[in-house]
């Protein structure tokens, strides 16, 4: 079975600072990608996903993410965040072409201080 | 498209009581999945119904069931609450369209307190 690792649990920023939240996962096959993120009291939505072709991924809100088979991790980053950036980030991995099992991390909590 | 719909948005129970909550995917989604939502542990999945069939289980004890209409609206029900039930618990819809891969859109929640 799979599992997703987000070993950030909770990262304080200023704003402008650069930001990598680190997501690992274990599974020997071909996976599906995503990052999600729960704004405060807000709905979990979409950031990006990926399933095939160029690994580095452009999502909404200035965010990327960067799949690295070989060390089975799909990082997300933004160069610059912003104190609206302040929300929980999901990683989450789907074994491709299964079924609807959708695998979450624990979450990394963002805090942007203005 | 309206998105997803959970009701009730809040519940407050007491231990030992049932509790039922219920969710309509988007249009034309087929595929809907329940998650648990606690501080700490993240989102816990709990199952997922296609075509009124639970095609995958996550591992929860047998108090948690759920079930899906054929119109694709889904429930779920916990019996015998315990006090570790509070939770958030979200679902997701996703129509599966091969081209769309399995992305799922989520509702608000239904936040349950039990006392």
């Known amino acids: 079975a799979q599992s997703v690792s987000q070993h950030n649990h909770h990262v304080i920023l200023s704003e402008a600072a650069s930001l990598e939240l680190g997501c690992n996962y274990s599974y020997g096959g071909t996976v599906n990608l995503f990052w999600y993120v729960q704004y405060p009291g807000q709905h979990l939505q979409l950031l990006l996903k990926?399933?095939?072709?160029?690994?580095l991924v452009k999502g909404i809100k200035g965010f990327e993410a960067e799949f690295i088979k070989s060390k089975f991790s799909f990082n997300l980053r933004k160069p610059s965040v912003q104190w609206s950036d302040t929300a929980e980030y999901f990683c989450?991995?789907?074994?491709?072409?299964?079924?609807?099992?959708?695998?979450f991390g624990t979450g990394t909590k963002l805090q942007v201080i203005p | 498209k309206a998105g997803v719909t959970q009701t009730p948005r809040y519940l407050i129970k007491t231990r030992g009581q049932q509790v039922t909550l219920s969710c309509s995917p988007i249009?034309?989604?087929?595929?809907v999945s329940w998650y648990q939502q606690t501080p700490g542990q993240g989102l816990q999945f709990l199952f997922e119904?296609?075509?009124?069939?639970?095609?995958n289980k996550g591992n929860f004890p047998g108090r948690f069931s759920g079930r899906q209409f054929s119109n694709s609206r889904s429930e779920m029900n916990v019996s015998t609450l315990e006090l570790g039930d509070s939770a958030l618990y979200l679902c997701a819809s996703s129509s599966m369209n091969p081209t769309l891969n399995n992305e799922q859109f989520f509702g608000p929640g239904t936040r349950l307190t039990v006392l």
């Open positions: 990926y399933f095939s072709g160029d690994p």
């Open positions: 249009s034309g989604h087929r595929s």
């Open positions: 119904y296609f075509s009124e069939t639970q095609r």
């Open positions: 989450a991995v789907t074994i491709s072409g299964g079924y609807q099992k959708v695998t």
